[in-house]
């Protein structure tokens, strides 16, 4: 990895970050649709402009059917669930509950695509599972229903990750990746 690259994984990851801030402000504003509805929609029109400005074309008729599952599985439904779960837990612990994803990713790889598990994938599941565990060893100072239902989401959104990797792989891989990513936040 070249310095260049180091850059744009560390602003990616800032960005991809400070979205569980942004959503732990605006949530109690806005509620969790309205805010995940905003958070895809200003993300499509950005997207949208400079598909338009680079002439990047989008076949939204053939691909429609794959822009709405991914769409829902892979946007719509996770960013309503964390945005819920921003009402009760801290941002923190919302971030680190998303890094079971791609735990969720090898379950539905093997599951869905029939992928093989090798020593190095079971180590890293097992190895992210104990770093899970250990990081979210968060004390809360009262733990009711709603930390509960809110941590809950944070791992079915994270399932539905790894759910949609798995079904991009196997049903969506003819679809260009700048084409499903524009469909699907749209």
Known sequence: MNKTQAALLVLISAIWGGSFIFMRVLSPIYGPVYTSSLRLLSASFFLYSYYLIKHIKVEWKSNIKWFLIIGLLNSAIPFTLYAFAALYLPANLSVILNS???MFGLLFGVLIIHEKITGKKIM???????????ITSVTFDEIDIYVILSIGACVLAASLYGLSGALIKKYASNIPSNQLVLGSMF
């Open 124 to 134: 890293g599941l097992v190895l992210g599972t104990l770093g899970v565990i250990i």
């Open 100 to 102: 079971t994803s791609p």
